[in-house]
């Protein structure tokens, strides 16, 4: 825990920043390059239409050529893709680089995953996940102000949102070289684990994984038939457009609300995301210690549904439509610790690396449908209810189909 997860943690807080920076972006950019709403949210979720197509491939030459080479690889490419981004005009460029940048970090996520899996006992995973993945509010906490800060150089030579993109960009490119030069591999590789302490966890490991492997396992093509994959990624499926689809437009909508600048825009913003690393260790610490999976995700996508509700219907309050957005991306990124402990309990192998990367890969087109329906009804000039109130239907699904898929694994 000392030793991994501070550094895994840093590595997703960079990851994340360099996806959801530009909902801060377009605070500027649709004045400047007069893009619509629904452009900006088709714009949003076209990152994860590249992130779908090389998810399954990025993830099959990282278990060729190890999670150190290939995380690294894929760091240094992304943070380039990101400090390009200062090179959109348009619609149509905004849409291609959104999409390079979601194919370049399509390996990130699920790398880390496989990897946490190969390091930690079952028993603890839960809360490394959940752990690991609150590097996600805590990328909009950190991100928030800096994001905003970085839009007030606006005419330093460049444009505010060009300043943002490339300054948010150079840490991924030198955190990539530090990941290649670092790194340990497996526990076996680790010089810092006294002979003991290595001894016992590799055995632990062992033993748990020749479990695993007594069930049904299969390549990389063989997770496409499986019906628990696909249950599995309608799960996640709602919590990639929950998390998305507020991500990009909690800015919009604080500003819209409120009338506050950029940069108090950004401040306001940093509240939702730090509910959500309570909720998230919270529910991934119980988790662990109650043994229990099903309900802790269900649960959390049930309470995520009536806190959209209450933005929906929250009118012209700033405080009950923010409040309201808290909870709901809180509880949906609350779902994370249980469900990938439950996801990742009966993999092994190659068939670990392929079905979370499967999971992840359809789960994220919901980072595109959450921001592309929000951005459709505003297009339409019907706010943001109806869009949030589609969020709050998929995520109620999510949480019943989660008890469905629980109980059958029990």
């Keep these: 825990m000392w030793r991994l997860m501070p550094f895994l943690f840093f590595l997703y807080i960079v990851a994340y920043i360099d996806r959801i920076n530009v909902s801060f972006a377009v605070l500027q950019m649709r004045g400047q390059l007069h893009l619509s709403a629904r452009e900006i949210g088709r714009a949003g979720g076209i990152f994860f239409i590249g992130y779908f197509f090389f998810q399954l491939p990025s993830n099959y030459f990282l278990e060729k050529v190890g999670v150190r080479r290939w995380i690294s690889g894929l760091m240094i490419l992304w943070g380039i893709v990101s400090c390009l981004m200062i090179l959109i ?117 062992a033993r748990e994984q020749a479990a695993e492997r007594t069930g049904p396992q299969g390549g990389y093509l063989a997770v496409i038939f499986k019906g628990r994959i696909w249950l599995l990624s309608m799960v996640f499926f709602a919590v990639s457009t929950t998390t998305y689809g507020i991500s990009l437009w909690l800015p919009t909508v604080i500003q819209t609300l409120s009338g506050l600048g950029s940069f108090r825009t950004s401040l306001v913003t940093v509240l939702p995301y730090f509910l959500t690393v309570v909720v998230m260790v919270v529910v991934g610490v119980h988790s662990d210690h109650a043994g229990e999976r099903r309900w802790h995700t269900a649960g959390c996508a049930f309470i995520a549904a009536v806190g959209l509700l209450t933005a929906a219907f929250g009118g012209h309050s700033t405080v009950i439509v923010v409040t309201g957005l808290a ?84």
Aim: proline fraction near 4%.
């Design 327 to 410: 909870v709901g991306l809180a509880f949906a990124e609350g779902m994370c610790g249980p469900f990938w402990a439950m996801a990742t309990s009966s993999m092994a192998g190659v068939s670990a690396a392929a079905g979370i990367a499967m999971i992840n890969s359809l789960a994220n087109l919901g980072g595109f449908f959450g921001q592309d329906i929000i951005g459709f009804f505003l297009s339409l000039g019907r706010g943001f209810r109806g869009g949030l109130l589609a969020i709050a239907a998929t995520v109620t699904v999510s949480g019943t189909i989660a008890l469905i898929v629980g109980r059958r694994q029990r």
């Design 89 to 205: 005009r348009g619609p149509l460029s905004f849409y291609v680089m959104r999409f390079l940048l979601g194919a370049a970090e399509a390996g990130f996520f699920p790398g880390m995953i496989l990897y946490m899996k190969n390091w930690f006992p079952a028993r603890a995973r839960g809360r490394a996940i959940a752990l690991f993945m609150t590097a996600n509010p805590l990328a909009g906490v950190v991100g928030s102000p800096v994001s905003g800060a970085l839009l007030t150089l606006h005419g330093v030579g460049l444009r505010g949102w060009q300043w943002m993109f490339l300054m948010e960009g150079i840490p991924a490119i030198l955190l990539g070289a530090t990941v290649y030069a670092t790194l340990a591999e497996t526990p076996h590789d680790a010089r810092w684990l006294e002979s003991g302490e290595r001894n016992w966890l590799l055995e632990t490991l």
